[in-house]
């Protein structure tokens, strides 16, 4: 009977037929360029044959040369990613000429340009490369960036799909570029036309790497073992005779062909190792002279094969005939010739490609060898650049990237015993993976000389890169193509047939419609050239003599050897000449272009045909039953099945696909053996054709319409019986029809099975494997139509194979529809004890439904079986249980196994692993507070998506469900993004894509309102601050109109307002001049505007790339009332000092640039775009580049910009840029930018080097500059030059001289910066002696000798300054304290502080300026930071006794007095510094009450007004001068605006309006810059940022707010006015803004915020209502958003702060999500319109109250508000069923108000469910089970552990509903009972009829299924009479039944049958 499975099958069909010309052609006829491309000699080919047959294409042929011919070029690959995410996704890159076309289509979608690119000049190549781009942490994914590259003669352009462009020049000629798993490999071309050299070298590298469009392209290494005993050897590869053919990213390998030895060896290639680069590297360093004359060393290693290895290797079995060819290595000579190259190709990619220059060095490197720099290279290429008798430099060594790795190499032809001479020129033309239906995969390489297919076999090691070669096999073919998608490949064999192979076995012949078959030409039935055509056969008018020679034998047979030697070459159709039969059949000339399971054929006519290989299967029922077979078979037994079954699917005209079903199961109970003809359920199977037991040729149907016999079949079916005659019948008010169904015949004897067929003994494997699929597919609602297919298999199997427990079950699952099925087929027990019934096969069925039922109850459960891979639902739903029912944390992770076995039959061990594998990157976490929040987070890890649970059943998916509610209620902030969307919180999803966005691309973020306002009017824009308004600042302060005042207080745009009173006595010219003095004045306010306008509007506006950022005008002139006239400064009537506007141009262009948002997309080019015209705005600019690197963007210019810029020598220019650049570099130690700052530092240049005229100021910047690249670094050199260069000398010549004192004040910063908060650990620096250096730069003394490299320049005295010895502490004191203050600062030192405590006697008072004193104690305070406290009372305890003491007469009044208000305002400061940006009231109430004093003094009304407690401070400040008391004002001013920076407080607002309203007097320009730098710190980032107080913070507003403001604009003497702007350095974004998820927009939300414990205050929270600024977040423990109108959130910073500062740092923006029926706290402040308000709780009873009509107020889902339309609004049709819709409205309303629409369906499903279970009407048991698995949730252990908590809610559906349906389907199976209790104790002894227990009739079949299903009741195998018979009491059936798990409400009921007790019911409690 073997020859009966061996079935001769006919060709397979392929499909999807379609002429194919590529999409770039057409496209490229409309392209601009076409004319001169040339395009239109590309004809169709069809054009080319003319009437008169060769003459016709001889001519057209004539008109198309062939270089035209090889313009055009195409490629096609599967599409990745892209916007439409389909599989069936197709892209096309076309070449023609100078134009790279990249297409794009699909199935179903047209294709379209993706992507075009024009060249200048032709392309030679094009081809697709992913580059992989480096990430800084370790941990971070990698990011895969896609490029198309194009290859030109001297560069190749790279073009990613985000829209990069990088052009990478070559430096020399290359062949072939391919693509890598890493990068591109280069192939260098091995001209002709090298000559040998003398003297002779190595020979130069051939293959080169590039990772990156912007790496060096290096070379690539080989290591290899020369022998056993030899270390393994790495080296360049250098062999020219080596070729690269193929090149594959997944494996990683490489294939070569060696042209003189005609083998091909296959190569890993991965990265190098740090070890194999130093052996090369080390390598390439020794002398060369003793190798100078052997061969390469890889050509000595392919060519010298050592004895040792030819005894181990089979491809080394022979010699090599003496082939040793010395002295024709290519490494004996090296390349004359330089590649022609242009100079532009040569130049370095670090350089503009504008700025083309001759470039030696690059084109030099690797025209070198690379084993020896002290070789000479001539270059004797006319394009060299180096003459014939130069010697070219010593050049560094290449280091390599990349590593090859031998892996397998071929057979040389001259050691096989079958290899022709033409073979030894047999280089494959093609190269390509492919795989078997079994996953074996295959290295296949096409050689064409030989016409064969050769085809190795290789496995993966443990080694991911290393792969193990196992086998090869020959395959005759003249080209073939990979069959990606359906693991197979298609071959067009020598005779011109397309067969189809899966690996090696050959699965079908491919027929195609309306080509020639060649198999009846070559099979002799056309004995001359010249035989008509016309008795032909096609497939169209098939006949049967014909169909014979159609057939072949179609089983597999491996492919072991060649088949036989082929004479067919390339003219192996010498018969098709003839014109005439070309023109009638063309046929297939070539395969190209694989995608997917579709391929190109290209014709003999020049015609190109695409054509689609159909699929194994399309049913995914069916896939998922092969993937069960395949996975449970062995590989041959596997391959066999499934080829049998790819034959019959998809012969021509094979079934529909409603019948593959069908088609399935009669295959494969025909392999086990069946005779499908003697089973009525199956004879009566719908297919085309008959399949068993011989594939019979196809039967034409007769007639479409009906007959008679087809109604005689509808009556006698399983459907009429089991269907229509009970509903239909039912409807009708008929009769039950009575009896089985009719059948036509009764067999005389079961049929057998065969014991010959091939799956016979596989049988109760294969079965169990379906049954494991059945069990998986209940799991799914989109299969139950499957799961009710596979179950009528399944029953026959089980029967067959006398499985009662199975039949029970499947009985129990379908009671109606299986009790019908009878019949069986014979097994012969010898037969049978023959079959193979593996240990996973279990007597038991396993039961998913029941194994999740007993987890529920909390009994013991085995693990349940599943199959890798096929199961994973199955998997997934059972390993949940076993987390959220069982409560085993470690089910998921460690104790898989105690809940699922693997079914494991050595097959697909693979899928096992990448199971285990996948598990592994769950990455475990240690702060899940619940089962709950774990479950959700492994879902989400294994892919579960909520579109998956929408499938389970939700019997199934309900624990799963309250799982997701319990995450929803209480979430964690910062989990993925998969998750949030999991749990269905779309707050936390979009907050989570927000943050992902913004952490994989900074440029991406968007601000919220960032935005300018729509209608913003022309004359708001103009003063640079509309964009700060917007809907937050309207919610932050809704109150006023503040924001408005402030832009009126800083707006320098508009003309001010000049009201001088006119008197009579002045004339009209000293009029004029008293208008323009007084506009003078004003114009000192407007000048320092813009100071203030830039940290008010900092980081609010996004620019848009293509137009220049609009700077406001700086407008000095006035308008004078009442006639509105102008008045000016430029008349010249008065004196205006000169460069007067220098600086304040400076602070409005870095008022201008400081509103760039760090998250704007700006680059190089739009910064040079902004660089003004005209030399007018050049110091505008300048200020511009300054705030671009204090926002971080500077980072982004061009370094040749940078030097552009410098080289002017405009002094702004280099301020802005070197101040700018330094800051955004701040503590990098960036060294470019170090060697930047240097030049412009004399200290830090050379003694011997040239000086430079660098100016004053720049050399200030500088410095300044090198303490914020090197902020907290502790860099010895720098803090020794910084620490001299406090107290440089005058020198000679003026040198020095001039406003000595910004420069020692900056050298102490910069010192103080880098060094800064190290204290005492001052590492390496214990002989500089810091700090008591510093103390004497502080108090004087003699001046020590200048050590170091500069001393020489400091030896002559200056001329003109007559300092002495001595250090003048005037200049050095600044600096030195400020430079002690922040390297000690937060130290709590006290021996420093001391140092610098003030004086106590009046002696000391007299040597030192008051001004000092406030720094002093300034310092001294931030030294002691923990000690600061926000008091009048500590404020005052920093001043010395002897000043708070009553006077002596011989006291200076004066000094005591300045002393005083000084020391006053320093420790001001220092509250301000200890509270920046913390709102604290304290700090707040004693800085104002300061502030207030000290403008009464101000005020001359309010001489009289005394204060209480600062009486001795007011004596105080009458006794001192204007100008000291206004200093002071202006720090404590500052101070309290540090202290309530960001909050807009209205008091401060005040004060700030005050003073800016005051212009007469002493309020000078630098006053003025302090009151509005206040202003903008009290409103910074228009209320979104305030301040920080870490070290970095602390140096920055040192440097900005150093207590001596500029007399006037010009004035740069004690501090250079540019630093005022460091300020920003320490803004953080601190500003929580509520956003509505549903909305988009701005609203109010309450906040609880908990402060950490610290030693000043206890734990505690405080209630704040967002938006709002939060404190510093290490002084945090949570954030959390409280209910009850929103969705509860908390952000916990105990476990880090980085979520919340990702928050903060994406515009401080958090998604709420708003509760149903509830309002915003704008529209409803107090709570009293939300819809809930009414219902004292949530549980109404008067639930009719609720309208249908509020849902849309509730929700907007289109679902749940249809369900309202239609289902509970009561209509005319529905009185009868008022109960029906009262219920559905009682659920819509709990749904809705709880929040939970998900569970509206289920509640629907368990009244539905119950429904049935009384009507009777219950064909199959799936629902019920459901119902039951629900009811068992209730009372499950984690329903009662969570009762206990007061605050839970319970489970989601509502208790009173489920005790409702419990009592409804108790009292309904109890009804049945009452009537039926014979047939359930028939049952249970297994007393039915003869056709077994499962013969109810009619409806009781059904309802008895639902009672035992319903009841836990074992089957009647578990419960026999045996076992049963023994127990005469309650207590003994106890027993028993709870070992076999039988709840005790079941036994209940039972113990009365059982005990033959008398009513079944009555007696027993029903529960």
């Given at each position: ?470 086998a090869a096999a020959t395959i005759p073919a003249r080209d073939a193509a990979p069959l990606e998608s359906i693991d197979a490949m298609l071959v067009l064999e020598p ?1034 004002l202006s720090m404590v001013l500052l101070s309290i605006a540090m202290v309530m920076a960001g909050s807009g407080d209205l008091r401060v607002l005040q004060l700030c ?365 578990k419960m026999a009479v045996d076992d049963l018979e023994g127990c005469t009491s309650f207590p003994q059936l106890l027993l028993r039944f709870s070992q076999l798990g ?26």
């Open positions: 009977m073997s020859n009966v499975y061996e079935e001769r099958a006919t060709m397979i069909a392929a499909g999807e037929l379609q002429w194919f010309v590529p999409f770039g052609r057409e496209h490229c006829k409309k392209h601009p360029n076409a004319i001169n491309l040339q395009l239109r000699q590309l004809q169709p080919a069809s054009e080319l044959w003319s009437s008169d047959g060769a003459a016709g294409l001889v001519g057209s042929l004539q008109e198309v040369t062939l270089q035209e011919r090889e313009r055009e070029w195409w490629q096609l690959s599967k599409g990745v990613g892209g916007a439409t995410h389909e599989a069936e996704f197709e892209e096309e890159l076309y070449v023609a000429g100078n134009v790279v076309i990249w297409s794009r289509g699909s199935k179903n979608q047209a294709s379209y340009v993706y992507k075009a690119f024009t060249v200048d000049s032709p392309v030679q190549q094009a081809l697709w490369c992913n580059f992989t781009l480096p990430q800084k942490k370790k941990d971070e994914k990698e990011i895969v960036e896609q490029t198309v590259c194009i290859v030109q003669n001297t560069c190749v352009n790279v073009h990613s799909v985000t829209g990069k462009d990088f052009i990478s020049p070559l430096p020399f000629q290359v062949s072939t570029l391919w693509p890598t798993k890493f990068g591109l490999l280069f192939e260098r071309k091995n001209p002709a036309s090298d000559a040998p050299m003398s003297p002779p070298r190595e020979p130069l590298p051939t293959v080169f790497s590039m990772l990156h469009p912007l790496d060096e392209i290096a070379p690539v290494v080989c290591r290899s073992s020369a022998g056993l005993f030899e270390a393994p050897r790495v080296q360049y590869v250098s062999d020219s005779t080596l070729r690269i053919i193929f090149s594959s990213c997944e494996p990683s390998i490489i294939m070569t062909y060696d042209t003189v030895q005609h083998s091909h060896t296959v190569w890993a290639l991965r990265r190098v190792t740090t070890e194999e680069r130093s052996m090369v590297l080390k390598y390439s360093d020794q002398p060369v002279v003793q190798n100078l004359m052997a061969p390469g060393f890889l050509s000595s290693h392919l060519r010298t094969v050592p004895k040792l290895e030819s005894l181990a290797s089979p491809y080394h079995s022979c010699s090599l005939h003496g082939q040793t060819r010395v002295t024709s290595s290519p490494g004996l000579h090296s390349r004359v010739h330089s590649p022609s190259i242009s100079g532009m190709a040569a130049l370095s990619r670090a350089h503009s490609p504008s700025t083309a220059a001759p470039s030696f060095s690059s084109a030099q490197r690797f025209n070198m060898s690379c084993h020896s720099p002290r070789t000479h290279s001539l270059l004797s290429s006319p394009t060299s650049v180096l003459n014939d008798s130069g010697v070219a430099p010593e050049a560094e060594p290449l280091v390599p990237e990349l590593c090859i790795e031998q892996l397998w190499m071929e057979t040389p032809p001259g050691c096989r015993s079958d290899s022709s001479p033409r073979e030894k020129s047999s280089q494959a033309s093609k190269v390509f993976i492919t795989s078997d239906l079994c996953e074996n995969k295959f290295l296949c390489f096409l050689v064409e000389s030989s016409q064969q297919l050769r085809c190795v076999k290789f496995i993966e090691s443990n080694d991911p890169s290393q792969l193990i070669f196992v005779s011109g047939c397309l067969v189809l192979y899966t690996g090696v076995s050959r699965v079908s012949k491919v027929f195609v419609s309306g080509l020639l078959a060649p198999s009846l030409g070559m099979t002799g039935t056309m004995s001359h050239p010249g035989t008509p055509v016309e008795g032909i056969s096609t497939p169209a008018k098939a006949t049967g003599r014909h169909m014979s020679c159609l057939d072949e034998v179609a089983l597999p047979s491996p492919v072991c050897e060649l088949r036989g030697s082929t004479k067919h070459h390339e003219s192996s159709w010498p018969w098709l000449d003839d014109c005439t039969f070309q023109q009638v059949a063309p046929y297939v000339h070539a395969l190209r272009d694989p995608v997917h399971n579709r391929v190109t054929l290209e014709l003999s006519n020049g015609m190109m045909q695409r054509i689609a290989i159909p699929e194994i299967a399309t049913s995914e029922l069916v896939k998922k039953c092969l993937q069960a077979v395949r996975f449970i078979l062995p590989k041959e037994t596997a391959m066999k099945v499934l080829t049998k079954w790819y034959n019959i699917y998809n012969a021509p005209g094979g079934p529909s696909s409603h019948t593959e079903w069908n088609l399935f199961v009669t295959c494969i109970m025909t392999l086990m053996g069946y005779s499908t003809e003697r089973l009525s359920w199956t004879r009566n199977l719908d297919f085309e054709v008959p399949l068993s037991p011989v594939i019979a040729p196809k039967k034409a149907r007769t007639s479409e319409m009906g007959s008679d016999e087809d109604w005689e079949y509808q009556l006698a079916s399983d459907y009429h019986w089991q269907v229509e005659s009970r509903r239909l019948g039912g409807a009708l008010h008929l009769e039950p029809l009575l009896g089985a169904p009719p059948h036509t015949g009764e067999p005389s004897a079961p049929p057998r099975l065969d014991a010959a067929a091939p799956l016979f003994n596989h049988t109760p494997a294969v079965f169990f494997v379906l049954h494991l699929v059945y069990e998986d597919l209940k799991l799914d609602e989109l299969m139950r139509k499957g799961a009710h297919q596979l179950v009528v298999l399944l029953q026959q199997l089980a029967r067959d194979l006398q499985l009662e427990e199975y039949i029970d079950l499947y009985w129990r699952d379908y009671p109606s529809f299986i009790k019908t099925f009878k019949e069986t087929c014979a097994i012969d027990p010898a037969q049978k004890d023959q079959m193979n019934k593996p240990s996973f096969v279990l007597e038991e069925p396993p039961s998913i439904f029941g194994w999740l039922s007993r987890c529920l109850r909390g009994d013991e459960v085995s693990p349940f079986p599943y199959l890798p891979g096929i199961c994973e639902r199955t998997k997934l739903l059972v390993l949940s249980f076993a987390l959220y029912v069982i409560g085993d944390e470690n089910s998921v992770t460690t104790d898989v196994s105690k809940y699922l076995s693997k079914v494991s039959a050595g097959q697909k061990k693979n899928l096992n692993e990448q199971a285990g594998k996948r598990q592994s990157e769950i990455k475990p976490s240690t702060h899940y507070c619940s089962l709950a929040e774990k479950l959700a987070l492994w879902l989400t890890s294994s892919g579960f998506t909520l579109k998956d649970l929408e499938s389970v059943p939700f019997g199934v998916a309900l624990p799963i469900r309250d799982a997701i509610y319990q995450c929803r209620e209480q979430p964690c902030s910062d989990w993925p993004e998969d998750v949030c969307l999991l749990i269905g919180r779309q707050d936390l999803t979009k907050q989570a894509h927000r943050v992902t966005l913004a952490r994989g691309k900074p440029t991406m973020g968007s601000g919220l309102s960032l935005e300018a306002p729509a209608a913003a009017e022309v004359d708001e824009e103009e003063d640079g601050m509309g964009d700060i308004e917007g809907d937050v600042t309207a919610l932050i302060w809704s109150q006023d109109l503040r924001v408005q005042e402030v832009r009126r207080l800083l707006q320098s745009s508009r003309p001010v307002r000049v009201n001088v009173p006119h008197l009579p006595e002045v004339s009209d010219h000293e009029y004029i001049e008293e208008k323009e003095n007084k506009l003078l004045q004003l114009c000192q306010r407007t000048m320092a505007l813009p100071v203030g306008r830039g940290l008010f509007t900092l980081f609010s506006y996004l620019p848009v790339p293509t137009e220049p950022l609009p700077v406001p005008k700086l407008n000095l002139t006035g308008r004078a009332p009442p006639r509105n006239t102008m008045v000016d400064l430029n008349s010249g009537n008065i004196d205006v000092p000169p460069n007067m506007t220098s600086w304040p141009s400076f602070h409005n262009g870095v008022a201008a640039g400081l509103k760039i948002a760090p998250a704007s997309r700006i680059d190089s080019a739009w910064i040079a775009y902004n660089k003004p015209k005209s030399a007018e705005l050049a110091n505008e600019y300048a200020g511009f580049l300054m705030a671009l690197g204090l926002n971080g963007h500077l980072t982004k210019l061009a370094t040749l910009n940078i030097h552009d810029y410098l080289t002017k020598g405009h002094e702004m220019t280099s301020i802005g840029l070197l101040l700018g650049v330094s800051a955004a570099k701040l503590s990098t130690m960036d060294m470019s930018i170090t060697r930047l700052l240097s030049i412009h530092i004399p200290a830090l240049l050379p003694p011997t080097s040239t000086e430079l005229d660098v100016p004053h100021n720049v050399q200030v910047a500088a410095v300044v500059g090198i303490g914020l690249v090197y902020q907290g670094t502790g860099h010895r050199h720098n803090a020794e030059v910084l620490l001299a260069e406090i107290g440089r000398p005058p020198g000679p010549e003026m040198e020095y001289c001039t406003d000595r004192e910004s420069y020692s004040l900056a050298a102490g910063l910069a010192l103080g910066m880098v060094c800064l908060g190290h204290g005492s650990n001052l590492i390496g620096m214990t002989d500089l002696n810091v700090p008591e250096q510093l103390y004497q730069y502080m108090v004087g003394g003699h001046r020590r000798a200048h050590a170091g490299a500069n001393r020489e320049k400091h030896k002559s005295p200056s001329y003109q300054i007559k300092e002495g010895d001595t250090i003048n502490v005037d200049v050095t004191c600044p600096g030195a304290t400020l430079a002690l203050a922040m390297i000690y600062l937060k130290t709590n030192n006290r021996s420093i502080a001391d140092w610098l405590r003030a004086p106590d006697t009046m002696f000391l008072l007299d040597f030192i300026k008051p001004e000092f004193l406030l720094l002093r104690t300034l310092a001294r305070c931030l030294i002691m930071w923990d000690e600061i406290l926000p008091d009048v009372e500590w404020i005052n305890s920093n001043v010395p006794q002897i000043i708070q003491a009553p006077p002596s007469e011989d006291m200076n009044m004066e000094t005591l007095a300045q002393a005083h208000v000084y020391i006053i305002a320093g420790a001001c400061m220092a509250v301000g510094f200890r509270f920046a940006g913390s709102a604290n009231s304290d700090a707040f109430d004693c800085l104002y009450k300061f502030a207030r004093n000290f403008m009464q003094c101000l005020t001359p009304s309010s001489a009289t007004v005394r204060i209480d407690d600062v009486d001795r401070l007011n004596a105080h400040m009458w006794q001192m001068g204007h100008y000291n008391v206004q200093t002071c309006r005050f003073l800016h309203r005051r212009t007469s007097g002493e309020m000078n320009y630098g006053f003025h810059m302090a009151h509005h730098m206040a202003l903008g710190l009290l409103f910074l980032g228009g209320g979104r940022y305030t301040l920080s107080t870490s070290n970095s913070a602390i140096a920055a507003l040192l440097c900005a707010l150093y207590p001596h403001f500029p007399a006037h604009s010009t004035d740069n003497r004690y501090h250079l006015q540019a630093l005022r702007h460091l300020a920003v350095l320490a803004a953080e974004p601190r500003l929580l803004i509520p956003v509505d998820v549903d909305t988009c927009k701005p609203c109010y939300a309450l906040l609880d915020v908990t402060y950490k414990e610290t030693p000043w205050y206890e734990e505690t929270t405080v209630e704040l209502m967002a938006p709002t600024m939060l404190p510093e977040l290490h002084l945090l423990k949570q954030v959390k958003v409280k209910g009850p109108r929103y969705w509860g959130l908390t952000i916990d910073t105990s476990r880090g702060t980085q979520h919340l500062q990702s928050i903060l740092s994406c515009d401080g923006v958090l998604y709420v999500k708003q509760r149903a029926g509830q309002l915003p706290y704008k529209d409803d402040p107090r709570g009293w319109k939300s819809l809930l308000a009414p219902s004292v709780n949530n549980h109404n009873p008067e639930v009719r109250t609720f309208k249908p009509e509020a849902i849309s107020t509730f929700t907007s889902d289109a679902a749940l508000v249809s369900f309202a339309e239609y289902f509970c609004k009561p209509a005319e049709n529905m009185k009868e069923k008022q109960d029906t819709l009262a219920l559905f409205s009682a659920i819509l309303y709990e749904c809705v108000t709880q929040e939970i629409p998900e569970i509206l369906p289920t509640y629907i499903a368990v009244d539905q469910a119950v429904q049935g279970l009384r009507g009777g009407d219950v064909c199959e048991t799936f629902t019920l089970w459901q119902v039951k698995l629900v009811l068992e949730l209730c009372d499950s252990r984690v329903l009662q552990e969570r009762r206990s908590d007061p605050h839970d809610r319970g489970l989601l559906l509502s208790s009173e509903f489920l005790a409702i349906m419990k009592c409804s389907a108790d009292r309904a199976l109890d009804s049945w009972l009452c009537d039926n209790s014979a047939i359930l104790q028939s049952y249970l002894r297994g007393q039915g009829s003869a056709e077994g227990p499962h013969s109810a009739e009619g409806p009781h079949s059904a309802a008895l299924a639902c009672y035992l299903v319903f009841h836990s009741i074992p089957s009647f195998r039988v709840p005790v409400r079941a036994l209940l009921r039972l113990a009365p049958l059982l005990l033959e007790a008398g009513d079944p019911v009555g007696g027993c409690p029903v529960f």
